[in-house]
Every structure is written in C-alpha cells, then in structure tokens.
C-alpha cells in the first residue's frame, strides 16, 4: 500500500471540514455585514468577532494539517502542490472528483470571505472614525482641517470651539 492510499482518506475528510467550516465563516460575515448595515449593538459584532477568531483558528490547523499530508509526497502546500496530489491519487486509481469538487468549492467561498472581510472592515473602520469624530465634537477636542492655501501648500487650520453644551 502506497503513502498516498494511506493518506487520501485524510486528505478527503480534511477538505469537507475545511469546506464545512468556511461556509460557517461566511455565513458569520454575511451576518456582521448585515448587523454593520443595521447598526446592532456592539455586543453582538463582537460575538461575531469571536466566532470568526475560532473558525479562522481552525481552518488554520486544517492548513498545518494538510500542509503534513502533502509534505509526505514531498510537495509544496500550495495550489500546485495539491494538484500534483490529486494527480498521484487519480493514477493509482483512487476517485478525487468529488474532494476536488470540494477543494473548488472552498476556493470560492474563501475568495468570497476574503471580499466580505475586506467590506466589513472598512465599514467598522468608517463607524470608527465617525465615532471618534462625534466624540471630539461633542467633548470640543480641536479638530483639524485640511485646505490649500492660494500658493497649493497645504494647511491645517484647527477647530476648537465647542458645539454642542450639555
């Protein structure tokens, strides 16, 4: 019995959780997107947060794991490298179409993912600096602005009064 034979049934069961576990991770992001949008309390994007932390550290093992699997056939943990194994294990007569069905797949949603985090963090980033500069209006923080002068250098001009009194 080759190497390959004795890891492919891994490598299959590793690639459906790794699939399992990135359809939950989006399926935590399409939820913060649309908790950003809504304006839900800040406990509830923060347990998302902690779900995302914990799927993310586990797809992270799952990459540690199936970069060993692959280490065994001397290959690269990379797209290539895994290619090449389906490669080996299509040869020695084993069925891959539906783990590498399931690789596609995972590809797919984590190009997704990585567009939804993306989108997400720069909305929490917007709901930050408007907080921030709520905050420093309501406290009468000085503000700086930006403007050009006639010459085109730039200048900042600070805003110090208060706006708002309680």
């Not at 891959?96 to 949603?109: D, E, F, G, P, Y």
Request: hydrophobic residues 35%; proline residues 2%.
């Amino acid at each position: 019995m080759s190497v390959i034979e004795k890891t492919y049934p891994i490598t299959e069961k590793l690639i459906a959780n790794a699939l399992e576990l990135t359809q939950q991770l989006q399926l935590q992001l399409e939820q913060e997107a649309e908790n950003l949008k809504t304006g839900q309390q800040p406990s509830v994007i923060d347990a998302i947060a902690a779900n995302k932390k914990k799927l993310v550290t586990e797809l992270e093992q799952f990459n540690s794991q199936l970069s060993q699997v692959l280490a065994t056939e001397s290959l690269a943990n990379t797209q290539q490298g895994l290619e090449e194994y389906f490669q080996r294990a299509a040869i020695i007569g084993l069925d891959v179409n539906q783990t590498k069905q399931n690789w596609s797949q995972l590809m797919i949603i984590c190009a997704q993912c990585r567009t939804l985090n993306d989108q997400n963090g720069a909305s929490i980033d917007l709901l930050s600096r408007h907080s921030k500069r709520a905050l420093h209006i309501l406290k009468g923080k000085p503000e700086f602005t930006n403007t050009y002068g006639p010459d085109g250098a730039r200048r900042s001009d600070s805003i110090t009064h208060t706006l708002i009194s309680v």
